[in-house]
């Protein structure tokens, strides 16, 4: 497929999905990915016959122009870098030893235009939390109940006429989901069913009017909690 990948077209696709902005100098957000896999490949090690690490702690430094070019796409570039990398991982073998961090941070030294990648490894915990991504933008789901619809008076708005003011509600207790729809005109469909009230795993699709609404669960790196002091030793007095 020649130097762009599907790993960079990934990428590309989706920042442009949820964007529709074009760079027309600096960096590239398909440049930052294509820098991230190179980094992976090149750092990878064989452990054992059938493990290979690769570093799961990345930080991106870019000039102070491009990083707040990329700040300006918000957490949906992160998203979508750690998405990416753990697809490419997983084509390559790779494993890690810990959540995937990824830090994109400003650096003076660096020249507009270019890409340095530092990468360590690093052991931690993970954490989930649910999200739903409509139009290619994710809300997390922050509450134990969220409604959804085209009203200024629902948690999430939809710009989609085919839908009710409120016509979903997302429920989410911290481990499981559930939809229900809330007596929308037209209905609300899952695989072209219509439901009232439903179950929702990971990568369920709900449609509403015209708008897809996909319910997720995403990892969220929690850093590793770092041992504590030793207590201090109490010498005892020698007797004289």
């Keep these: 497929m020649g130097l762009l990948d599907s790993f960079e077209k990934g990428l590309e696709r989706a920042v442009n999905s949820a964007f529709a902005k074009t760079f027309r100098s600096g960096i590239q957000p398909v440049e930052i990915a294509s820098a991230l896999r190179r980094e992976l490949d090149t750092k990878a090690a064989v452990v054992s016959r059938d493990?290979?690490?690769?570093?799961n702690s990345l930080t991106v430094r870019l000039s102070p122009s491009d990083d707040e070019k990329m700040r300006a796409l918000g957490p949906t570039l992160g998203e979508e870098l750690d998405t990416l990398v753990q697809k490419h991982a997983k084509s390559q073998g790779y494993s890690?030893?810990?959540?995937v961090s990824i830090t994109?941070?400003?650096?003076?030294?660096v020249p507009t235009g270019t890409i340095q990648v530092d990468?360590?490894?690093?052991?931690?915990?993970?954490?989930?939390r649910a999200v739903v991504?409509?139009?290619?933008?994710?809300?997390?789901?922050?509450?134990?109940?969220t409604v959804?619809?085209?009203?200024?008076?629902?948690?999430?708005?939809?710009?989609?006429?085919?839908t009710s003011r409120k016509h979903i509600e997302i429920l989410w207790d911290g481990e499981r989901g559930m939809v229900r729809d809330l007596g929308s005109t037209n209905g609300s469909t899952i695989e072209g069913r219509k439901f009232r009230e439903a179950p929702l795993a990971p990568d369920t699709v709900v449609r509403i009017g015209r708008?897809?609404?996909?319910?997720?669960?995403?990892?969220?790196?929690?850093?590793?909690i770092p041992p504590k002091p030793p207590l201090p030793t109490v010498e005892r007095g020698r007797p004289s």
């Design 51 to 55: 493990r290979i690490l690769a570093p």
């Design 96 to 99: 890690f030893a810990g959540p």
């Design 104 to 109: 994109i941070t400003e650096d003076d030294t």
């Design 119 to 128: 990468s360590g490894t690093a052991a931690g915990q993970v954490s989930w």
């Design 133 to 145: 991504e409509i139009d290619g933008v994710r809300h997390p789901l922050t509450k134990s109940r």
């Design 148 to 162: 959804i619809g085209r009203g200024s008076d629902a948690d999430i708005t939809v710009a989609d006429a085919g």
């Design 211 to 224: 708008t897809d609404v996909i319910f997720r669960i995403v990892p969220q790196a929690t850093p590793p």
